[in-house]
């Protein structure tokens, strides 16, 4: 096609959830609620991994980096989405758009990466425990965390750029509550099919790679576990991952749901919720899953709260 006939676009606009002011009411409330659950949440993992010295092990980490990561991970595009409830032009800039896309894809596929991290923390605590102070040293941990930030950099910038080079000539609606990868392909005056190859081998080998070495990690981990003579010995190594394991499905599962199935059955009102759930919901619910599991978090957490009380 050519864009020369077009007017270039240089803001999107995306469309509202519902055209029904009480739905619209109510979205915002429940949102709102959310959000400000998963700052809270995440918020006091970070804090209590800091400021607890019981929790200064390569595990809790990894745990604290996670929790900054989700903060981020919703913050990139839920303040913006209650913004448009409030507002009758729901408008973003081209630049603003390309920058919540980067933002919002990097700390994803950082996650992606922390989560193969965390998974082979894991292991080697469970595995190789008479090696475990040497494998997982602080220079590890760190050289782990700084990977997954820089593969992540580097690959959304290659991402974010592919897509935002395109020329996008109108309609401008987004039909999303946030610039995401598909919604905007549809949106260029030219064939994408270039780039949605490339997104979907990013998508594989960013999301799907470190999912498999998860599941190696974990073929491992259980086959090690089962051969531990005592029961008791068999609770702990089960309940040190069970936490991992609950966030790894939520968070793969909605991720690999959206953004690997065929595009033939792709639903912007599907796509809507689906992003929502490993958004907002993921989010929210993984402090409490690493809590409620975890004696060593709720016993740092009495701490807290008893040093609160004293001060």
């Known amino acids: 096609m ?15 959830f519902s055209s029904i002011p009480e739905i619209q009411a109510s ?21 209590i991994t800091i400021v607890d010295a019981a929790l200064h092990s390569p595990m809790y980490f990894f745990l604290k980096n996670f929790s900054f990561l989700e903060i981020g991970y919703t913050t990139s595009t839920i303040p913006k989405m209650l913004v448009n409830f409030l507002t009758k032009r729901k408008n973003v800039s081209f630049l603003g758009c390309a920058t919540q ?9 950082t996650e992606c990466c922390l989560l193969a991290a965390m998974a082979y923390d894991r292991y080697v605590a469970i595995c190789r425990p008479l090696h475990y102070m040497t494998m997982m040293s602080w220079n590890m941990c760190f050289l782990l965390s700084t990977m997954s930030w820089l593969t992540a950099v580097l690959v959304t910038l290659v991402q974010t750029t592919f897509i935002f080079t395109l020329p ?16 905007l392909l549809k949106l260029a005056c030219v064939p994408t099919y270039k780039n949605e190859i490339t997104t ?17 990690s974990y073929v491992q981990i259980l086959h090690t576990a089962f051969k531990i003579p005592s029961a008791k010995g068999k609770r702990k190594a089960f309940s ?3 936490s991992h394991l609950v966030v790894v499905t939520r968070f793969y599962g909605s991720g690999t749901v959206t953004y690997l199935r065929p595009k033939a059955s792709y639903s912007s ?6 992003s929502l759930s490993y958004m907002l919901m993921s989010p929210m619910l993984n402090p409490l899953i690493y809590s409620l599991r975890n004696k ?3 016993q740092a957490f009495k701490r807290l709260l008893v040093k609160n009380r004293n001060m």
Do not use: R
């Open 296 to 298: 060593e978090v709720k």
């Open 27 to 47: 979205l915002f409330c429940l949102l709102l609620f959310m959000y400000l659950s998963t700052l809270a949440g995440n918020i006091l993992i970070i804090t």
């Open 240 to 242: 040190t991952c069970f």
């Open 269 to 274: 009102s599907s796509n809507k919720l689906l």
């Open 200 to 216: 979907y081998i990013i998508a594989v080998l960013f999301i799907m790679v470190p999912f498999l070495f998860i599941v190696v």
């Open 168 to 183: 996008y000539c109108g309609p401008n609606g987004i039909n999303h509550f946030f610039c995401d990868l598909l919604p």
């Open 2 to 16: 050519d864009s020369s006939n077009h007017t270039v676009v240089t803001y999107f606009q995306f469309l509202p």
């Open 101 to 109: 896309m980067y933002a919002f894809s990097l700390l994803g596929i």
